[in-house]
């Protein structure tokens, strides 16, 4: 990866993290899709036990919140969302045999065995498998590009998702205090908003600081839902009877298609599968599993049963507030506060996977390059990304405000959800061809069984659309438009350098040789992306200065797919004759790129810089949108225009002391 001036749009910064923190930071930048794509399924390394558990805590505070809190709503909107299904015995029945197939079969067998083998050097969410499927590759065929389009419209689903889940989680849990008396009930919505304030003000700490702190709260929470669901299933044993898949089709079949809105409200259950998926690089796929089947799966089984059982009992009359009125009345509200302590780990949960996915679709040339902060040393996936922190929590905030309650925000949950997991079917089936070479005649029943799940979840969630649905929808589609129009913008931009380039780099040297260009003294820098052109800001200078230094460093940094390259390996270096060499020092994906470190050790291949004189070149191109050069719409490049005029700047991020640059401009018309 390296700032470029034929691609400004690989521009990258980074400033001194937050106040009190020592983690290191990184600028995620573009790398070239063939090297991102060449990551696939890596064996995961032997971890030790402590080590193991820890990481497996850690999952439980950021990875599970979503899902784990979902109790608190799910079997409540299964009666309350709909206004013609009643909580009979048999519709109790039902419903819960559906919720239990939907864990095991979509959560623990599609994702927990399947899924999370597809991953990106340990990073999992949708763009992981657009690298892994290389759409980019040359010989890629149709359906490749397809693909990428698909997937970069599953990823777009998610942000709209990413926004609605704190904003359902928390209110839901401080409506639990109208459960036992009305005086809170016009403080609901401002005591949501202060806690979301506080949840995303505290996400600068770092994804490992917070699911340290977390951890050992979730474990509270998921031991106080599975004993409140024993609680439950030991005044009526008889709801165990559900775990018969029967009950489920005997539902649909007196229901019809009342039965098939309702699917709308089950699927609530597994909403938090796909964030962790997108999850997974921060703890790896271990952790994720272990904490799944030993705690997290019974924990949620033993409490929906445990509700369904007090349904039962009380002849649907709790239907209201299943969740709450489980617990005895002296436990009501100790257990809103653990409730709204659990839904802020929810909210945790999805905002650690936005930032995944941000990360990885700037790495894939998808966004604009944006400040990331790396918050640890071992785990590459733990990350912060200011930016989409605050975007989030405004537009959290809003949603609070605009629906008012958890149910009117349960007619707009799903649809961005149920939407992606269906993309993740489609592509883990091109995956399973292509990256692990299964037959045809496996992969092709097992993703149509998925597909046979997730399609109708999928088509009952479309159902929501005019009740609230249209957010996630309309989110995606803003999303989508700003991802294409900077990959397509981006195109245009090196295609219009490249076309203006007036000189190759070996008429380039021939030139140096012959011509009376000025030759001075020290070291002149230019950092460039393009390994093997002539950097547009080296024409540039030379045309308007007629001058060049006598020794002359073409410098790229590239970031590799490994967590470290040793120093003896850091430098590519190779003599262009008359002074010029071609410089590319590598980094591992865990390393800080530090530019005057990497030239130092340049002294070892024979080439002597004197820091105190060298000069480094920076070039930036200024977008001067045009109807008169074909391209994009003229709206969409004004766009691209502003998005590149916002990109971070690579200097600070290279360690490049700001007093030794030079930055060329370019106007370039697309």
Excluded at 59 to 82: H, M, N, Q, W
Aim: aromatic share 10%; hydrophobic share 45%.
């Amino acid at each position: 990866m390296a700032a470029d001036t034929q691609d400004p749009s690989d521009d990258q910064d980074a400033n001194k993290a937050p106040e009190g923190r020592e983690e290191q930071e990184q600028i995620a930048q573009p790398e070239t899709p063939e090297e991102q794509a060449e990551s696939g399924e890596k064996e995961e390394k032997p971890v030790a036990t402590k080590r193991l558990l820890a990481l497996s805590l850690g999952a439980l505070g950021v990875s599970y919140g979503d899902i784990g809190t979902s109790p608190l709503y799910a079997l409540r909107e299964c009666f309350k969302g709909s206004s013609t299904l009643q909580p009979t015995d048999a519709n109790v029945m039902g419903i819960l045999s559906l919720i239990f197939w939907a864990l095991i079969l979509v959560v623990s067998i599609k994702y927990m065995m399947f899924i999370t083998k597809a991953n990106n050097n340990g990073e999992g969410g949708m763009l992981a498998l657009v690298a892994l499927l290389n759409p980019w590759r040359k010989d890629a065929g149709r359906h490749s590009h397809r693909l990428l389009k698909l997937g970069v419209f599953g990823t777009a689903l998610l942000y709209g998702s990413f926004m609605l889940t704190p904003a359902i989680s928390v209110s839901s849990a401080v409506e639990g205090l109208n459960v036992a008396t009305t005086a809170f009930e016009s403080y609901v919505i401002p005591i949501t908003i202060a806690i979301l304030i506080g949840l995303f003000a505290i996400q600068s700490r770092g994804t490992a600081a917070v699911g340290v702190v977390f951890g050992p709260v979730m474990i509270i929470w998921f031991t106080c839902l599975g004993g409140l669901g024993i609680y439950g299933i030991v005044q009526e044993p008889s709801v165990l009877a559900a775990i018969n898949p029967w009950h489920a089709v005997d539902f649909f079949i007196r229901n019809r298609w009342t039965g098939f809105v309702v699917l709308g409200a089950v699927f609530l259950v597994m909403t938090g599968g796909e964030a962790m998926y997108a999850d997974m690089g921060h703890f790896g796929r271990r952790p994720i599993r272990l904490a799944w089947f030993c705690l997290v799966l019974p924990a949620l089984l033993l409490n929906y049963y445990g509700q369904g059982a007090m349904l039962l009992h009380t002849q649907g009359a709790a239907a209201n507030q299943p969740f709450y009125l489980l617990a005895p009345g002296w436990a009501l509200y100790p257990l809103v506060v653990l409730a709204t302590c659990a839904t802020v780990i929810a909210s945790q949960a999805v905002i650690s996977g936005a930032f995944s996915l941000t990360r990885q679709a700037v790495q894939l040339g998808q966004l604009p390059p944006m400040r990331l902060f790396q918050t640890s040393s071992e785990e590459f996936g733990q990350i912060y990304v200011p930016t989409l922190n605050w975007l989030l929590m405004i537009a959290t905030i809003g949603l609070v405000i605009g629906f008012g309650s958890s149910t009117a925000l349960a007619w707009a949950y799903g649809v961005g959800i149920s939407f992606a997991m269906t993309i993740t079917s489609i592509m883990a089936y091109f995956v399973m061809r292509e990256r692990w070479d299964w037959s045809r005649w496996i992969a092709m029943p097992l993703v149509g069984a998925f597909l046979l799940i997730d399609l109708p979840f999928f088509g009952a969630n479309l159902l929501k659309i005019p009740h609230g649905g249209w957010f996630p929808v309309t989110t995606a589609i803003i999303v989508c438009t700003i991802m294409a129009t900077w990959r397509r913008g981006r195109e245009l931009l090196r295609k219009r350098l490249t076309d203006n380039e007036p000189m190759p780099l070996d008429e380039l040297m021939r030139s140096l040789q012959t011509d009376e260009t000025i030759r001075v003294g020290g070291t002149a820098i230019f950092l460039t992306g393009n390994e093997a052109g002539t950097p547009p800001m080296l024409l540039h200078h030379l045309q308007h200065n007629r001058v060049l230094h006598k020794q002359v460093l073409l410098m790229t940094v590239r970031t590799e797919d490994v967590p470290r390259i040793p120093a003896s390996d850091r430098l590519e270096i190779e003599d262009l004759g008359q002074g010029v060499h071609r410089v590319i020092a590598r980094y591992g994906f865990m390393q800080n790129p530090n530019v005057p470190v990497a030239v130092r050790l340049c002294e070892h291949f024979g080439i002597d810089v004197d820091m105190d004189t060298v000069t480094f070149y920076v070039g930036r191109a200024t977008i001067i949108p045009t109807e008169e050069v074909p391209g994009m719409m003229l709206w969409r490049e004004k766009l691209f225009a502003f998005m590149s005029r916002n990109a971070i700047q690579p200097t600070s991020y290279y360690k490049v002391p700001p007093d030794h640059v030079i930055e060329l401009g370019l106007r370039v018309e697309i």
